[in-house]
């Protein structure tokens, strides 16, 4: 069965359809913001995110561009989670800095033995991460890609060549050869 067919029917309110729709898209969205987010924040945020599709799934007008309107709500959760905490240490650093006190990373996070893929895309910019993790891991176009991050498509193919070389540069780095 189609996405498209099973929104329908849950927007005309077969639960059954969406949970066949929860089950099949929650681990994408959960990898998505996996990928963006620490492990912590993900199942917050991605617990956020199908509450905010199962209150606007009713509102949705074309339930063929279902996987774009969901990653469109999954980045901007994201956004808005990477916004609140950025505020957040800018006030402490600020506050910090007034006070004298020496600003120190946690030395647990630099710990957290992660798997290299995923520590190299942590290394690449915000923006080249998010469209890598789309592209590459949930498998959108760049049409869709442009859609949820709202720029045009070729600033989605220009992201996306930075990405490469910036991965590139890193596996160079690390001794990996092409």
Not at 16 to 26: D, F, I, K, S, T
Not at 27 to 36: F, I, K, L, N, S
Request: overall charge neutral; proline content about 5%.
């Amino acid at each position: 069965m189609t996405d498209e067919l099973l929104v329908v029917r849950a927007q005309l309110g077969e639960r059954a359809a969406l949970a066949e729709l929860v089950a099949r898209w929650r681990m994408p969205v959960w990898t998505y913001v996996r990928r963006m987010l620490d492990a912590e924040r993900a199942d917050d945020v991605t617990q956020e995110i199908w509450l905010a599709v199962i209150r606007g799934l009713p509102r949705l007008r074309e339930p063929a561009r279902f996987a774009p309107w969901l990653f469109t709500i999954a980045r901007r959760s994201v956004t808005d989670r990477l916004r609140g905490q950025y505020a957040r240490e800018h006030e402490h650093a600020h506050e910090a800095l007034a006070a004298g006190d020496v600003i120190v990373d946690d030395p647990v996070d630099a710990a957290v033995d992660r798997a290299e893929l995923v520590s190299l895309l942590s290394g690449l910019p915000m923006p080249e991460r998010e469209i890598l993790v789309l592209f590459y891991l949930q498998d959108l176009s760049v049409e869709d890609c442009a859609q949820i991050c709202e720029i045009p498509a070729g600033t989605v193919k220009s992201r996306l060549n930075r990405a490469r070389r910036l991965l590139r540069a890193h596996l160079e780095k690390k001794g990996y050869r092409p």
